[in-house]
C-alpha cells in the first residue's frame, strides 16, 4: 500500500514542480489526471512517448495520494483499490520514474534519501508495528537540458 502511496505523491509533486517550471502556477489538487493534463503540451508529448499508457495508469490512481493523505471519503473505494492492486503499484511507479525524468529535462533536479526502520512485536495474540521512516529530499533548478 505504501508503494503506491509514495508513487502517486512523487508524480503528484514532480507534476507540480512541472507546471511551476513552466507556467509559474501550479493547480492545487490532488487528481493526477488533472494534474497530467495541466501540464505544458511538450511535457505530455514526452511523457507519453515514454509510457504511453500513463494517462489510464493515471487515471486509475488519480486519488490514490488525496484520499490516502486527507481521507477524503468520495473516492475512497477507487484509491484504496489503486493502492492493494501490486500491478497499478507498479504501474505508478514507472509514471513516477517518467514524470521525474520529463522534470529533470524542464531542468529540475534532486534527491531523495529514506531510511527505514521496522519493529514488529508480539504479546500473545497482538502484533504491534512499528515503523520509523527519514526521509532527506534536496531539490534545485537549472536551465533546462534539451540535449
Request: aromatic share 4%.
Amino acid at each position: 500500500m505504501s508503494a503506491a502511496m509514495i508513487s502517486a505523491f512523487a508524480c503528484e509533486l514532480a507534476m507540480k514542480a512541472i507546471a511551476l517550471t513552466a507556467d509559474d502556477h501550479a493547480a492545487k489538487s490532488h487528481d493526477l489526471l488533472a494534474l497530467h493534463n495541466g501540464l505544458p503540451q511538450a511535457s505530455r508529448r514526452r511523457i507519453a512517448a515514454d509510457f504511453p499508457a500513463i494517462e489510464t495508469v493515471l487515471e486509475a490512481g488519480r486519488h490514490t495520494f488525496g484520499t490516502w493523505r486527507y481521507f477524503e471519503t468520495a473516492n475512497a473505494e477507487a484509491a484504496a483499490q489503486s493502492m492493494i492492486d501490486t500491478a497499478q503499484a507498479r504501474s505508478l511507479a514507472k509514471a513516477a520514474r517518467v514524470i521525474l525524468d520529463e522534470a529533470e529535462m524542464m531542468g529540475l533536479g534532486g534527491g531523495v534519501e529514506i531510511h527505514a526502520n521496522v519493529d514488529i512485536t508480539h504479546r500473545g495474540d497482538t502484533q504491534t508495528h512499528r515503523l520509523k521512516l527519514n526521509i532527506n529530499a534536496t531539490g534545485n533548478e537549472s536551465p533546462p537540458n534539451h540535449d
